[in-house]
């Protein structure tokens, strides 16, 4: 129940700025995101993705540019126009527009290649000239530029020349090819017409017949004329303006280029991935993350060691914040957790062995009817317990059992129930709880993960503060804010978070003798008791008067 209604209700809430802004189970997007967010996410959730695939983009762009082979470009220019045919009837400058791209276009013609090829000092194929050449007609001039590229600069000024010049040459001779085939052609309309003239001339009756034939040959002489001239004209229609020289740097690679350009992709990349990486994100990073999706202190920070001396100070520590962390008595205790195998039963266990070390009488109940496990914790057997008292109705005082050390006594389980869920919402369950609060200072219920059994809201609604043990390492933001939401339904005072198995808290309790090279020994029980005796009941003004009232009414 609880677990569906969290993920159909929204989550905790990040407090981002002094304000809630969005729902925590659900990743932020660039659309809902702050300035201050953003920073927060790229900076200090997705740091390493962020430097991670920027690193990875520049050095990939690195070892690619360095690779690369050196390439030399020289340019040619060819002049194309000024000496233009008499009869041209376009202005100076269309003409010389016209020509300029016409030459362009053939200038990328396979047969010029194929002459290239053959005209070239050195082995080079057409397919290969092709891919290193390129032509381009200067804006707002009749000039033409040929640049071609080589792995050497004298092959890249030699293939720039031969080719301008290749082209030059195959112009002029098309050129003076087609002024020969019309001026063959003239001669030979000259030669008709004036054989018909002589025998018109024989003729009688034939006047303006041999006129028209004059006329006519008057006309051809004329263009003979003409094109004789043309034919010096079209040879210098394109030339070689500007010839070209052996360049003394390589073209490309351009190193600082690319490799600006790729700090700027690479960047961009990086913002890309880790906003990727964060919206697919569910875990929580650190305590000031947990700090932004749940409003409650970290009242203690339980170290990765096992049962040992900084195990015993941490929860001392956990003890003292406790008992400090309302203002009002706190008389019973849930303890649970978002997700199970955080670690909730050894810090019920732990808690209640640090409660009892002050002198408070303290009786620890292991409520999680799922996978009980708190009697194996204390090291006690198993056996009548909390369910025989709700469903037997069995005195729970009766199956109290002693754990070994002074003031502290513990109610197993029982029986596992085929619905444990019912079990804990029954007014048995509060009448076993008052009952048990007669009998000691401290009551402590070592609860189901808060996300796994509905019977957990039940519980926490009957006891005075409920503490939520996570595993960083492991925690989920959609886990946490569904156990946050379940706690606050019931409408019990989340007194505190408890760090469980943090990596590194040696020099958090080295003053008190469990750091810094201490070993365990070295500690008395009379230095870690003076840093709790505070919980005492009888050093806590008006707590004997209020543990002989009764606290709530059953139902």
């Not at 620890?364 to 369910?387: F, I, K």
């Not at 005075?464 to 989920?476: G, H, I, N, W, Y």
């Amino acid at each position: 129940m609880g677990q569906e209604q969290g993920s159909e209700r929204g989550h905790a809430d990040i407090i981002a700025d002094g304000r809630r802004t969005r729902p925590s189970g659900v990743a932020l997007t660039m659309a809902h995101m702050t300035l201050p967010q953003l920073v927060d996410v790229l900076f200090r959730r997705q740091w390493r993705v962020l430097v991670g695939v920027f690193v990875a983009a520049v050095a990939a762009a690195a070892l690619v540019t360095f690779t690369l082979a050196d390439e030399y470009e020289s340019a040619a220019t060819l002049f194309v126009g000024e000496n233009r045919p008499i009869s041209a009837g376009a202005s100076a400058v269309q003409l010389d527009e016209v020509l300029a791209q016409t030459y362009a276009e053939l200038l990328s013609t396979s047969e010029v290649t194929r002459a290239v090829a053959g005209a070239l000092p050195f082995p080079l194929e057409p397919g290969d000239i092709d891919d290193r050449m390129s032509f381009e007609v200067l804006t707002g001039t009749n000039l033409i530029e040929v640049r071609a590229t080589g792995p050497a600069p004298e092959r890249a000024q030699v293939l720039a020349n031969t080719y301008a010049e290749v082209f030059v040459d195959r112009q002029r001779q098309r050129a003076q090819e087609d002024s020969r085939q019309t001026l063959a052609r003239l001669q030979e309309r000259i030669g008709e017409i004036a054989g018909e003239i002589d025998r018109r001339e024989q003729q009688t009756g034939t006047a303006s017949r041999l006129a028209r034939l004059n006329s006519e040959l008057q006309g051809l002489e004329t263009s003979y004329q003409t094109t004789q001239e043309n034919v010096a004209l079209q040879a210098n229609t394109i030339a070689v303006s500007t010839r070209a020289a052996e360049p003394v740097s390589p073209a490309r690679p351009r190193p600082r280029l690319y490799l600006a350009a790729a700090t700027l992709i690479a960047a961009a990349l990086a913002v890309g991935a880790a906003l990727l990486r964060n919206a697919f994100d569910r875990r929580v990073r650190d305590e000031k993350e947990l700090g932004e999706l749940i409003d409650s202190p970290v009242l203690g920070r339980i170290p990765a060691t096992g049962r040992s001396g900084r195990f015993e100070e941490a929860m001392q520590f956990l003890a003292a914040n406790v008992g400090f962390a309302r203002s009002e008595p706190t008389r019973s205790i849930a303890v649970t957790s978002p997700l199970p195998s955080d670690g909730k039963t050894t810090v019920a266990a732990g808690l209640g062995e640090a409660l009892a070390r002050t002198g408070a009488k303290v009786i620890t109940v292991d409520c999680d009817l799922r996978r009980p496990r708190l009697s194996e914790e204390l090291g006690v057997e198993a056996g009548q317990g909390l369910t025989n008292v709700l469903v037997g109705g069995l005195d729970p005082v009766k199956l109290l059992k002693p754990v070994g050390k002074p003031g502290l006594r513990t109610l197993p389980a029982g029986p596992l129930p085929p619905n444990p869920a019912v079990l804990l919402g029954t007014a048995a369950f509060g009448r076993m709880l008052e009952r048990l609060e007669q009998e000691a200072d401290y009551v402590i219920l070592d609860l189901p993960p808060a996300t796994v059994g509905a019977e957990t809201l039940e519980a926490i609604s009957a006891v005075d503060a409920t503490l939520l043990v996570v595993e960083l390492r492991r925690l989920r933001r959609d886990a946490l804010a569904t156990a946050r939401e379940q706690i606050e339904r019931a409408g019990v005072d989340l007194v505190g978070i408890v760090l469980n198995r943090v990596s590194d808290t040696a020099g958090e309790y080295s003053y008190y003798g469990y750091g810094g090279g201490r070993s365990q020994g070295e500690a008395g029980d009379d230095g870690r008791r003076g840093r709790v005796s505070r919980l005492r009941p009888g050093n806590r003004p008006g707590r004997d008067t209020e543990r002989s009232a009764p606290r709530r009414a059953q139902p």
